[in-house]
């Protein structure tokens, strides 16, 4: 994995778009799954922030603004940490596969993060990426609905 790469997170779910798109778009449902984020909105421009770490004691304040939204297909933010050098981009792309929806989700600029601490490492972002996707959201997507 080169470090300039982009990190690639590709899953199919067994359900609709337009529920994939309400889970990754409305604070409700995304709590339930990634983090609350209360502010959150899709609309291009609207800020959010959110504390996120490896651990209780090492917690960093993520700053997100929202870049690009295609309604139902594609929402992409800016993701970076106070107090650090660095911005990335995080973008979050639906496509149709009939009765399944596939996300791609693509985390690029982690390159410019400092090198010298090891909580944003690259690597570290990949596993996370890959619980969250792979994980949670599989598993709230495919919890039955009441």
């Known amino acids: ?8 997170i590709e899953r199919t779910y067994p359900v609709t778009m337009n529920r994939v798109w309400n889970a990754i778009t409305h604070p409700d449902e995304m709590k339930l799954w990634y983090f609350d984020l209360p502010d959150f909105k899709p ?5 959010f922030q959110f504390m996120g770490g490896p651990s209780d004691e090492r917690q960093y304040k993520h ?3 929202i870049i690009e939204v295609i309604t139902g297909k594609k929402i992409a933010y800016s993701w970076r940490y106070e107090g650090y050098a660095g911005k990335t981009l995080v ?3 639906l496509f149709d596969e009939g009765t399944q929806t596939r996300l791609k ?11 010298d601490n090891p909580d944003l490492a690259k690597e570290n972002f990949a596993e996370g990426w890959t619980m ?3 994980t949670s959201l599989k598993e709230y997507l495919e919890k039955p609905v009441l």
């Open 1 to 8: 994995m080169s470090s300039n790469e982009a990190i690639v």
């Open 43 to 47: 609309e291009p421009g609207v800020e």
């Open 63 to 65: 700053i997100c603004k």
């Open 91 to 93: 973008t979050f792309e």
């Open 105 to 115: 989700l693509t985390h690029a600029g982690l390159e410019t993060f400092p090198s």
């Open 132 to 134: 969250i996707i792979g």
